[in-house]
């Protein structure tokens, strides 16, 4: 028998494995050295793990970074929900019912490799590609926490943030992916970030619907993600260097990657 690879493989690379899914898919994966990049470069880049967008980045000029994640969830979703009622009107193990069992075995590891590809589309994006030397994220663990009052009220935001970004694998893919890039990653209790106004500190209520941050003090007007970005930033930068007046904020534009997928 002969295989193909879908991508070519490494140059030099010293080891191979073959591995087998439930779906029959075979997949190969190569052992090979990486050097690590040289880090002349510096600055800061903090991300805020987002519910509207997967995460959304802001550096210290100011700059600001949607980066988008898989957008088919509802689809599949639905899919699979018609799926899955169709089959509770079979007689279990007749061979319609054996047959629906596989068409949703395959949509939903279908749905999965693709909402994985994504995340490593984007967290390569931020290892890889963008300049910035060190990356500063919320810690997560807070987050659930804070989100548990929501729970009842609302649910299906809930899943989307918790299940359908998958933002625990794409942590954990930054996690390596700086590693390899020789970035630093550093994560920050972000309590409070999206509740605070990133101008003034002043602070108030945000339920997870309000998608504008706007401040009664200051009359600061910002999306969400992007203030709780900025008081990510701020947060580091005064871990860093607590004698410091952090002031140095300006716009200079946004940059969309919101279609990667
Ligand atoms: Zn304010």
């Known amino acids: 028998m002969v295989a193909t690879l879908t991508e070519e493989a490494p140059t030099g690379y010293r ?3 073959i591995s087998r899914d439930g779906q029959g898919h075979y997949y ?3 052992v090979y050295e990486v050097k690590e990049e040289t880090h002349e470069q510096e600055g800061v ?3 805020d793990l987002g519910i509207k967008t997967l995460a ?4 210290e000029q100011g700059r600001v970074y949607h980066i988008g994640g898989f957008r ?3 689809w599949y979703n639905k899919q699979l929900d018609k799926l899955r009622s169709k089959r509770s009107k079979c007689k279990q193990k007749s061979r319609r ?4 069992s596989k068409v ?8 999965c490799n693709k909402q994985q590809d994504c995340l490593h589309k984007a967290s390569h994006l931020i290892a890889h590609t963008l300049v910035e030397s060190t990356v500063v994220i919320g810690d997560l663990s807070q987050r659930q926490m804070v989100t548990k009052e929501h729970k009842e009220r609302n649910k299906r935001l809930n899943r989307a943030v918790f299940n359908d970004w998958g933002l625990y694998s794409f942590v954990q893919m930054l996690g390596y992916k700086c590693l390899l890039s020789g970035k630093e990653l550093v994560v920050l209790d972000e309590r409070d970030t999206s509740k605070t106004c990133s101008r003034c500190g002043h602070q108030q209520a945000m339920p997870l619907w309000k998608r504008t941050y706007c401040c009664p003090e200051c009359r600061l007007v910002m999306d969400r993600d992007e203030n709780s970005a900025v ?3 701020k947060r580091y930068f005064a871990w860093l260097r607590p004698h410091m007046e952090w002031t140095s904020m300006r716009c200079a534009g946004v940059f969309t990657a919101t279609d990667m997928c």
């Open 45 to 47: 880049l903090a991300l």
């Open 97 to 100: 019912y054996i047959h629906l």
């Open 231 to 233: 008081n990510i930033l």
């Open 15 to 17: 080891d191979v494995a």
């Open 72 to 74: 088919g969830n509802t």
């Open 28 to 30: 190969a994966s190569f």
């Open 104 to 111: 949703y075995k395959r949509v939903s590891q279908k749905k």
């Open 56 to 59: 959304v980045g802001v550096n």
